[in-house]
């Protein structure tokens, strides 16, 4: 079947310009995750959603990162103004169950790389 | 805050070798753990999930093993291969008053040569 789709695969944008990130999870996947990963760092944490459970916005470096799951289904992360140091790739996963449960394994979209100038 | 070191960070290797990679977390309260391999230029694919009550699992060449009582997890490559050749990233969720959002490790960079 179909694992998780990312768009666009590489986004290059103008400091100062603000983005859209698209993630489709695997069809029936309640939980839903948004990582980045910098170059040569480890994946950091930025939002998880959960059914229509309010989503753990814990990891968002700011108030400039904001995202949405609509439906339970498609998320969009949106960075605003971007900066410099928002250049990174940006992951998403899905997982058949939540966080807090078994057999909750993680399954990776092939991200898109951003690129701000 | 939860904090996961892999060792080590890089490993270059003949064809043919066992390998061991080791994942270690401070809070050894762990859920669960999952490993990944990510190839350049792209996103992870699970390699092995190691649930709440079990202590190893094996798919092919590889087997992972947790012991919950130090914290740490090993990845056993047998019979290494050149299309072994990725970063293998390992990611746990802590129980307890937790999130159990995974925290990932930085990776083992592995090179198999012929």
């Known amino acids: 079947g179909a694992g998780v789709s990312q768009s666009p695969s590489n986004k290059v944008t103008e400091k100062g310009k603000d983005v859209e990130l698209r993630c489709d999870p695997i069809?029936?996947?309640?939980?839903l995750y948004w990582y980045r990963q910098s170059l040569g760092q480890g994946l950091e944490f930025l939002i998880y959603?959960?059914?229509?459970?309010?989503?753990?916005k814990s990891g968002l470096p700011s108030d400039r990162f904001s995202a949405e799951r609509t439906g339970g289904s498609v998320s969009t992360l949106t960075i605003q103004r971007t900066q410099q140091e928002d250049s990174a790739v940006y992951l998403c996963?899905?997982?058949?169950?939540?966080?807090?449960?078994?057999?909750?394994?993680?399954?990776f979209g092939p991200g898109t790389r951003l690129t701000v100038l | 805050k939860q904090e996961v070191t892999q060792i080590p960070a890089a490993l270059s290797v003949p064809e043919g070798e066992n390998l061991v990679l080791n994942c270690s977390f401070t809070?050894?309260?762990?859920?669960?753990l999952q490993w990944f391999r990510q190839d350049p230029g792209k996103g992870l694919t699970s390699l092995l999930l190691i649930q709440s009550s079990q202590r190893e699992q094996t798919s092919g060449r590889l087997n992972a093993s947790l012991d919950k009582s130090s914290g740490r997890s090993t990845l056993y490559i047998a019979a290494s291969q050149p299309g072994d050749s990725a970063t293998y990233l390992c990611a746990g969720r802590v129980s307890g008053g937790g999130s159990y959002i995974p925290t990932f490790g930085r990776g083992t960079s592995l090179i198999v040569h012929p």
């Open positions: 959603f959960q059914g229509n459970s309010a989503p753990d």
């Open positions: 809070d050894s309260a762990i859920y669960n």
């Open positions: 996963a899905s997982s058949p169950r939540g966080a807090g449960e078994s057999y909750n394994e993680q399954f």
């Open positions: 069809s029936g996947h309640t939980a």
